[in-house]
């Protein structure tokens, strides 16, 4: 699965370069830690050797002292590791995955449940929550923490297979350090914590791994796992984070495939693909388990699953496919934002790197026709307005201002409870 991971890595950095990019990762070195300097290293040779000859640079040693990731870090940490890995946007990839298909023929149903189907006469009966009826030749079950639940109650499957949920809890704090890299912080209890650069003005700390009940259980950052976090990180950082300077939370559910291990964070990443039929017709492909890294290879071997019940499937495409906004080079990102600076003079660089970060080539064109500040309409706050709201409802389903505060962007972070009040009142003034 790391071999895999490593080498698709750079196949999604082609293919979403405004919302994907390479990310250096410093490993600071110091008394008392469970794992030797030496096998660390070791490490990290096996690590750069599985990713292959790709773009990214090799493991580095750094001297903490003349290095500026090393001024942020306590005065017992004289040397690091600094190895390259990548950051995606996860929200934007989700909604870009969705666009994509949807560009491609797919009808994408927002806020539509599935609440029972049925085999019948060699086809899928689906009802849905907006009590429809969609009949298919088959169907894939990729409910996540939910699939299991979906597998046995909705489908009527008597399946022995089962997911693990393990929470990953998040802090964004005010920013601990200018610097572009992040830090991989070892803890006493085996555990491995990031320190992430996170949307210019704050870090990004995380993640817990705690076993999670559900898939109904309340998703959220416990005390504990907060109080976990900031100590995690004060072991390290010259300068104490507390909780006043958290800014917000976030915590995620990851349905890992039950392999039975004892802990949560030694079950397995790797993922499952079960399929059953009905005398060779109506599949159900269930998904257990994956990670983000290998969320296409995942999606290609589903395929190549369902292939022998579709005779009309053709092969393997997205390897080589941008999603939507992302058909440039990385090299030229800083370029696209000089470009959209020029054709709209009244964005500063900051507005432009935003919107081009987000979007990509999409950037041209949800600002088509704009020669003034007025032409972007209402001006919500964090440089949102009524033109991006407007483009985001139509090509990417946004229905609330937590729509478009969280699951399309993370502009909340900079946005007032007053200012995210104006956006839901916009909303709700418009039509439908």
Not at 84 to 102: F, K, M, Q, T, Y
Not at 236 to 246: G, K, M, V, W
Not at 299 to 317: I, N, T
Not at 369 to 382: L, P, R, V
């Amino acid at each position: 699965l790391v071999r895999e991971a490593l080498q698709e890595r750079d196949v999604l950095l082609k293919a979403m370069p405004h919302i994907a990019w390479p990310m250096r990762f410093v490993l600071p070195i110091g008394p008392g830690q469970r794992r030797a300097g030496w096998l660390l290293r070791l490490g990290l040779f096996v690590y750069d050797r599985l990713g292959g000859r790709g773009s990214l640079p090799g493991t580095e040693t750094l001297m903490l002292a003349a290095d500026p990731s090393g001024a942020a870090l306590k005065p017992e940490f004289v040397k690091a590791y600094e190895y390259s890995d990548g950051w995606v946007d996860d929200a934007r990839l989700v909604i870009l995955n969705a666009r994509d298909a949807a560009a491609n023929g797919a009808n994408v149903a927002p806020r539509t449940r599935l609440e029972r189907a049925t085999r019948v006469d060699g086809l899928w009966r689906a009802e849905t929550s907006g009590e429809q009826i969609i009949f298919a030749r088959g169907l894939v079950n990729a409910a996540g923490p939910w699939v299991a639940d979906v597998l046995n109650a909705r489908l009527g499957a008597n399946s022995a297979a089962s997911v693990r949920l393990v929470r990953g809890s998040h802090i964004v704090v005010r920013q601990v350090f200018a610097h572009e890299k992040s830090y991989f912080l070892q803890q006493p209890d085996g555990r491995i914590i990031f320190a992430i650069p996170y949307e210019g003005a704050f870090t990004l700390i995380g993640t817990t791994d705690s076993d999670h009940e559900g898939p109904n259980g309340a998703v959220i950052c416990t005390p504990a796992e907060r109080d976990y976090l900031l100590d995690a990180a004060n072991r390290y950082f010259a300068t104490a984070i507390t909780a006043e300077d958290i800014v917000w939370t976030y915590s995620g559910v990851r349905p890992l495939y039950d392999d039975g291990a004892s802990s949560a964070s030694s079950a397995t990443r790797d993922y499952v693909l079960e399929v059953s039929d009905a005398g060779g017709a109506a599949p159900l492909l269930s998904v257990f388990g994956g990670k983000i890294t290998t969320y296409r290879r995942l999606a290609e071997a589903a395929l190549v699953k369902l292939g022998p019940f579709f005779e009309d499937m053709g092969p393997p495409w997205t390897a080589g496919t941008p999603l939507p906004g992302g058909n440039f080079a990385a090299c030229n990102l800083s370029k696209l934002i000089e470009d959209l600076r020029a054709a709209h003079p009244f964005l500063d660089t900051a507005w432009a790197g935003r919107l081009i970060r987000a979007y990509g080539l999409d950037a041209f064109d949800m600002l088509h026709g704009a020669t003034g500040i007025e032409d972007m309409g209402q001006a919500f706050g964090a440089t949102l307005t009524a033109r991006e709201v407007d483009w985001l409802c139509r090509n990417e389903w946004a229905r609330t201002a937590e729509d478009i505060c969280w699951r399309r962007s993370k502009l909340g972070l900079r946005m007032s409870a007053a200012e995210i009040e104006d956006l839901q009142t916009y909303f709700l003034r418009q039509p439908g």
